[in-house]
Structures are given as structure tokens and as C-alpha cells.
């Protein structure tokens, strides 16, 4: 089993995670291809069936994965096998919890509260962010920020996915929120400092707090889905910097 098979998988189920590890020697691909692989595996495993109890089995699936590496015994799969080559102990118990906060796509009811929702897309963002950038020695010893810059990365994601969740009937929210609840998350996480350090396990990150600042000034495209892309571009200065240790 090849890193070519996770490239092509990260290629068609996250275009801009695929175009930030392109922009990455190849010794650095080798790490962030099967990272990103399993987190696009895992993600869309939950919406593969209708039947609840299918989907755990296929999430648990991917954790049994974890376990086996974790033990040595290695299933023979086109993620897993490249997986196990360069995931990290911590890594791999970060890339467990963000198995587990995909449970909310199977049982699909809504936040509670804006607190609620945060720590979910936190746990979703800070897996593959952790072992990426453990598997390249750069992790720093204090993960507050990493954790922080995680969630920062993981609501973007899910402001971005929202109008499709709507178009699925999947509730956001369980009780009614205010209309300027978008705005609001974005102004606190934007408010939360993130990491100074250089990784190319970063460049994914590049336009995170564009589209946070995006949503704080135009809320209502979250739900309309006019949320627009922000390509990467190589000549950005967090992509720059993110490179230094490339």
C-alpha cells in the first residue's frame, strides 16, 4: 500500500488539504498524506449509510485501525498500513478522539449551545493537526495553542459545511439561537491567540481566519451557503512561514 493511494484519496475528498501538502517536499507528503487520508476516511464514514448502527461499526472500524497500531498489529489497508509508518503514540490517541466526535454525524441532533459546538469541531481539527505535526517534530510541548488554533481551523470547516448539513435536515442547533450567533463564534475565536511556530503541517491553516472574518462581517452566508473559497496562494505570509521548516 502507497502514500500515492492516500494522495489520490485526500485528492477527491479534500481539495485544499491536497493542494497545502503539495506545496510540501516529498519526505513531508509522506507524513501528511496519511494523516489527511484517515481524517477524510473517518469523516465521511458516518454518511456512507442511513442505518445508525452501520455507521458506528464503520467508525469503530477506524478506531479497532488505531488499537492495532497502537499494538503492532497492523491492518492490511490502503490508509492504515502508510498510517502506522509515521503516526506517533500521541498521535494516534489524538486521531482516537477525533474518531469519536464523528459520532455526532451518526446521531445528527443539534448543539446545545455555542460552547457545545466549539468543542466538537475542536476534537475534529485537532486530530490530524496533533499527529501531523508530532509525526514532524513539531509539536510543542504546551498543545493550549495548537488546541486553540484547532479550533479556529475546525469552525471554518463547519461554517463551510453548514448549508449542506441544512440541505440534509441535520438540526445544528436543538433549541432556537440568536441571529448573530455565527458572528459571535467567529469573534471569539478569532480573539484566542494561536501557535508561533513554522511547520509545513500549518499551511492547511492559511485561510482559516479569512473565512472567520468573512462570516463575522456577512453571518447570514452561513446558512445560504455563500461562503466564498479562498485559495491558497504561495505567496501568503502564514504559507511562508509555515515552510521555513519545510
Known sequence: MSVQACANLVARADPERFAAAMMTRLPVRKVLFPVYAFAAEVSRAPWMTQEPTIAEIRLQWWRDALDGIRKGN?????VVEPLAKVLTQQGNKALDVMVEARRWDIQRQGFED????????????????SA????????????????????QIGLARFLCGIRELIDLNVPIWSCP??????????????????????????IETANFKRILRFVTRNPRSVESGTIPGFPLRTTGSRILFALKNN
Open 74 to 78: 497492523v491492518r492490511r489497508h490502503e
Open 114 to 129: 455555542p460552547d457545545s459546538l466549539l468543542k466538537h469541531v475542536e476534537a475534529i481539527a485537532f486530530g490530524p493537526l
Open 132 to 151: 501531523a505535526l508530532d509525526s514532524l517534530g513539531h509539536l510543542p510541548n504546551d498543545d493550549k495553542k495548537i488546541r486553540n488554533l484547532a479550533r
Open 177 to 202: 439561537q440568536k441571529d448573530n450567533i455565527y458572528s459571535n463564534l467567529c469573534e471569539e475565536t478569532l480573539s484566542i491567540s494561536g501557535p508561533t511556530l513554522s511547520s509545513p503541517a500549518l
